[in-house]
């Protein structure tokens, strides 16, 4: 049997501020917060017990958000990559990140690539893909 990916943990100085950042990016939700840690997971996930290991694996992961003192100072060596569905405007997207507070960064990709790098509030690498419907 597998482990499940339960989540991705980011480093953050504002971790309620980037938790509800990446919430409204998601259309996710907070389910808890104090000063160590803020989670965030996708609407239709239950916080109900799971009983069945083979149900558990199955689950998506979520999203925690924890404080560190130090600051960004290189590339990240893991990132996110978001994708809009082929029925959706994949600039509009873009456009609605960049309005959000993202900025777009060379990460050293070429000018051809089917793929934006964007960053978030707290400089944290991410790409928004090309369109696609799997």
Known sequence: M???????VIDC???AAQARWWAEVLD????????????VIPPWLS??????AHEWV????GMVFVP???????????HIDLAPHIDQDREAEIARL???????????????VTWEVLA??????FCVLSSRDR
Do not use: C, F
């Open 47 to 52: 916080e109900d017990i799971v009983e069945s």
């Open 98 to 112: 960049l309005d959000m507070g993202a900025v777009r960064v060379d990460v050293g990709q070429d000018r051809d």
């Open 13 to 15: 100085h504002d971790i």
């Open 58 to 61: 199955r689950l998506p992961q």
């Open 28 to 39: 996710w939700r907070i389910v808890y917060e104090d000063e160590h840690e803020v989670a």
């Open 68 to 78: 560190v003192e130090e600051d960004k100072t290189l590339k990240n060596r893991i």
């Open 120 to 125: 978030d509030p707290e400089g944290n690498e």
């Open 2 to 8: 597998a482990l499940r990916w339960y989540t991705t």
